[in-house]
């Protein structure tokens, strides 16, 4: 299944999309199901209940229609991973451990959904803010030291990412920090795609376009430390919750072979690391995270506001 949260007249629901243009209103077919995923992941034999009443062949209704909410509302952790794929690695000339993930947090306020804007800072605050799709695991299960062979049976599905990085303010010292977690920087969605729908998360492909435009196109098989490694590491020292995020790190640029297209100009990147392909995300701009087999999140950009002091 493909579930989804949208807004029904001010409150959450859960929707289930049954092509990529329709879906089913999960509420109609089963009330007594809880409104909002992270509630639904957490009772037993709830995503078999949904299934047997989506199969029933109910009204449908466009997708068009709806606001995307965020796939999980209040995520115990946002776990994410730097340096994660192999051709990255050897584009930033950085290095990493190849026994431990480099592994870090994201805030919930700096995720947004589905066609949701992201908020490009003003240029006096930084000018290298970045797109990172990503693949993201949705953990349904919890539990403390996991084994590689069953991690798997605590993910709950499968999601598209953005880890949207400003990369000026990421490398102000040692830890990524408010780099990785400026207000509604990244996103997340469109929905959570349940494992029994992909079957080789590893075969699939990932491909960022910036206005159209592929930008990053990378196998998953090039990851440096794969979803059950990630899990059994991470869980080793935290207690996984339902509705935990992981974010499992971005693949390499991929520079066109145009001399003439921007991102091969070095000089118009602003980050402390430049590769060829980069191409920084700007108010105007739509950016998008497709991964075969699990969809398309996509998101328009918008400038923040202005620097100057608000209070709230």
Known sequence: MRLFQFDNAGHAAIGVAVSGAEFIDLS???PSLPRDLQTLLSVPGAI???????AQGPVRRPISDVKFLPLIARPNAIWALALNFKRHIEETGLTTSTEHPHVFLRMPASIVAHNEALLCPPSEIARAFDYEGELAVVIGRGGRHVPPD????HVAGLTCFNEGSVREYQSHNRQFGLGKNFERSGSCGPWLV????????KSARLVTRLDGVVRQDSSLSDLLFDVERVISYLSSGYELRVGDIIAMGTPGASPLADPNDVGNDLSKQFGRIKVKGLVHMRPGSTVEVEISGIGTL????????SREYRAS
């Open 194 to 201: 349940t494992p029994d729908e992909v079957t080789d998360y």
């Open 298 to 305: 996509r998101n328009p950009i918008v400038a923040d506001q």
């Open 150 to 153: 069953k991690a798997l049976d």
């Open 48 to 54: 078999e209940r949904a299934r047997a009443a989506v």
């Open 28 to 30: 109609n077919v089963e």
